[in-house]
């Protein structure tokens, strides 16, 4: 297994504050991985905070909790993961595959930008939470 040099967690309810917190969070991990070149540390917290955003804006309760936004960062020697879940919220509608740029739905364009900024990105649901695990290969 491939040691973790460094993460980041934040939980709480899915608002414009948590995509503050969650980009705080970022900024802070990058200073306790200063080897992670600069542009593997722009695309991916763009990626990052685009996913945790589309959660905010679209995540609809499944029942009566409000939609908890989850992200879970780590940076090992190669790899940068997030996994950001939507908590509490109902499977998202549509299909699961990102627009292209010259269709004129705007359903889809965020998953089309993220897909460019990573390497992978995947679609998990377990127990009524949503989530999408995205992985960029670091130069480090």
């Known amino acids: 297994m491939t040691k973790v040099l460094a993460s980041r967690s934040f939980r709480g309810p899915a608002s414009e504050d948590a995509i503050e917190s969650v980009h705080n969070h970022l900024d802070s991990l990058w200073l306790d991985v200063?080897?992670?070149?600069?542009m593997d540390q722009m695309t991916f917290t763009t990626a990052v905070i685009e996913?945790?955003?589309n959660i905010v804006q679209h995540a609809e309760p499944a029942g009566q909790d409000p939609v908890d936004l989850g992200v879970d960062i780590s940076v090992q020697p190669t790899l940068l993961q997030a996994r950001v879940s939507a908590y509490h919220a109902k499977p998202p509608f549509g299909p699961m595959e990102p627009a292209t740029p010259d269709e004129d739905a705007e359903s889809g364009r965020g998953l089309a930008l993220i897909?460019?900024?990573?390497?992978?990105v995947t679609f998990e649901r377990q127990d009524g939470t949503n989530t999408w695990v995205l992985t960029r290969t670091s130069q480090g």
Do not use: R
């Open 51 to 53: 996913s945790a955003s």
């Open 115 to 120: 897909q460019a900024l990573v390497t992978t």
């Open 34 to 38: 200063p080897f992670v070149q600069d």
